[in-house]
């Protein structure tokens, strides 16, 4: 299987911060990485698909970068609705795994 | 709009069975590969099993294989996830998602949109 390991687990900043959270795979999975917002008592939702894709309707604040086995995701500048926590997923071969997440707070 | 409604969850006694159901409408379901990923409470996503839009193939994290079975009707817009010989451990939030692409190899797309999810209890 393919391990994902994401970090940090937890981050606090301030509005207007720019935050970076980072994911690495256990082998090359090119670019078959997504990431997704899970806000408190809600489903995920997808925001970058393919490692640096912003979804339709998505928010330019975030954006991904990355190939092979280490990836970024990026919020440009941190808003009150950006609480939520991150997960990074790869879907280069089964069974998709995720990353272990990041809670991001407001400072 | 593209809508994904979970139900069948419940209380069940270790070793009980249990089937969830996630009715599909806004999109062409027999397009589209679909998942079911859960979440323990407190933690993390853990992708379960995936099935092809055609059904041809499936794939279950080792997790559950062998105790769960995917399965879907197209004509009913309907995916379904048995759930068999139950342990605390696989109590969770259970999502279903839908593939954004369509794919010959399934698990080759993210997921969007999730549904809201269906809560299992796995508990004597």
Redesign the interface.
């Known amino acids: 299987d393919i391990q994902m390991t994401q970090s940090p687990s937890s981050l606090s900043a301030s509005v207007g911060d720019r935050i970076t959270i980072t994911c690495q795979a256990s082998q090359d999975i090119t670019n078959y990485l997504n990431w997704y917002q899970q806000r408190p008592g809600k489903a995920p939702k997808l925001l970058i698909f393919d490692a640096s894709n912003l979804e339709t309707g998505v928010s330019s604040r975030f954006s991904g970068s990355g190939s092979g086995t280490h990836f970024t995701f990026t919020i440009s500048s941190l808003q009150p609705e950006d609480i939520a926590t991150y997960y990074c997923q790869q879907f280069d071969n089964l069974p998709l795994t995720f990353g272990g997440g990041t809670r991001v707070e407001i400072k | 709009e593209v809508q994904l409604v979970e139900s069948g969850g419940g209380l069940v006694q270790p070793g009980g069975s249990l089937r969830l159901s996630c009715k599909a409408s806004g999109f062409t379901f027999d397009r589209y590969a679909m998942?079911w990923?859960r979440q323990a409470p407190g933690r993390?996503?853990?992708?379960v099993s995936?099935i092809r839009y055609d059904s041809y193939s499936t794939?279950?994290?080792?997790s559950v294989m062998g105790r769960f079975a995917i399965s879907r009707d197209n004509a009913k817009n309907s995916l379904y996830l048995e759930m068999n010989s139950l342990r605390p451990e696989d109590t969770a939030l259970y999502?279903c998602?839908k593939a954004?692409r369509s794919h010959y190899d399934f698990?080759?797309?993210?997921?969007?949109?999730?549904?809201?999810?269906v809560l299992v209890i796995v508990s004597s």
Do not use: I, N
Not at chain 2, 59 to 62: C, I, K, S, T, Y
């Open positions: 998942h990923v993390g996503l853990e992708w995936g794939g279950f994290a080792d999502y998602a954004t698990w080759r797309s993210p997921l969007d949109p999730w549904g809201q999810g």
